[in-house]
């Protein structure tokens, strides 16, 4: 068992979600964990005390499999969760997402240009096992303040099926009600201390 699969049964039998492991330049290992979704009950989230508990039995797990690195930080997704299974995706349909294609593609009949990649709508399940749909509008968005003519036609909304396979990065979009913050701040726990102490 690779030390990756020795991390993720360590947090699920946490009673986590592995959503990411990261590692960069410095020595810098970053576990990004979630709470189980679980349909029809409240959303939960991650909280400090929660990345608490994972740093601790991470930092031994991660000794033992002699791990190199020289800093540990366990944080919650943030508002720009990767999409990266089904179950995230049955878990977020209805939020905007941004998604970005392997391969351009150019609708036909539509205004979709032939290079284009990268899409931001709303995500919707399809009636096909393994295919969803981002919906959206290519209209431009509305400054604070500015009125906008009721004669104005309306840009039309439009459609895109796929399935993951199509996709390079599905994301979230990092939007912030300032009205009420819907989404929760992204939480961390850092361990600051190199792994031989």
Not at 15 to 40: C, H, K, N, Q
Not at 118 to 127: H, I, P, Q, S
Not at 173 to 195: N, Y
């Amino acid at each position: 068992m690779t030390w990756q699969a020795s991390v993720e049964q360590t947090v699920t039998g946490l009673g986590y979600d592995l959503v990411e492991i990261e590692r960069s330049a410095g020595g810098l290992l970053r576990i990004t964990i979630d709470m189980p979704f679980v349909p029809g009950t409240p959303e939960q989230f991650v909280t400090v005390e929660d990345c608490e508990v994972v740093t601790r039995q991470l930092q031994f797990l991660l000794e033992v499999e002699q791990v190199d690195y020289r800093r540990l930080e366990v944080g919650s997704p943030g508002i720009d969760r990767p999409l990266r299974n089904e179950g995230d995706f049955a878990r977020f349909v209805g939020h905007i997402i941004d998604v970005t294609l392997q391969q351009p593609i150019g609708v036909t009949g539509t205004d979709v240009a032939a290079n284009r990649k990268k899409f931001r709508g709303t995500l919707e399940a399809t009636d096909q096992a393994g295919h969803w749909q981002i919906v959206w509008s290519d209209a431009p968005d509305t400054k604070p303040g500015v009125r906008v003519s009721k004669k104005r036609a309306q840009a039309p909304m439009q459609a895109m099926q796929f399935t993951l396979g199509e996709i390079r990065e599905a994301r979230l979009a990092p939007i912030v009600d300032f009205k009420g913050r819907k989404t929760p701040a992204k939480t961390t726990a850092s361990d600051l201390s190199s792994p031989e102490s």
